[in-house]
């Protein structure tokens, strides 16, 4: 069974800093596609980033030129670095990955920017 780890959230002040790690164990799974996703208490669910195991990335428009989405084809690890952080920023940020035709979820991680 396949799980992904997320992991690297917390809380940061205004115009900080950090780093969140999706992890993907268990059973064969490689990442074709890999995104993050949040969602802001009250909001919906909006997409961040997303990157191909060939590097194409996309990002809402919201993170552009402060969000930088990666990945590690050889950890099986998606990564978003968050700089410039805002309050508006605040929300539970989730990591999704697809191989083939399956797709799994992390668990979540919060991301609290203080102003």
């Known amino acids: 069974q396949v799980q992904l780890v997320e992991s690297g959230g917390g809380l940061v002040q205004a115009g900080g800093s950090l780093r969140l790690s999706c992890a993907a164990s268990?059973?064969?799974?490689?990442?074709?596609?890999g995104t993050w996703y949040r969602q802001a208490p009250g909001k919906q669910r909006e997409l961040v980033a997303g990157?191909?195991?060939?590097?194409?990335?996309n990002y809402a428009d919201s993170v552009k030129g402060r969000f930088t989405i990666s990945i590690d084809n050889a950890k099986n690890t998606v990564y978003l670095q968050m700089n410039s952080l805002k309050p508006d920023d605040t929300a539970v940020y989730s990591c999704?990955?697809?191989?083939?035709?399956?797709?799994?979820w992390g668990q979540g991680t919060q991301v609290t920017v203080s102003s």
């Open positions: 999704s990955a697809m191989s083939g035709l399956r797709s799994v």
């Open positions: 990157i191909s195991s060939g590097g194409n990335t």
């Open positions: 268990g059973s064969i799974f490689r990442i074709d596609y």
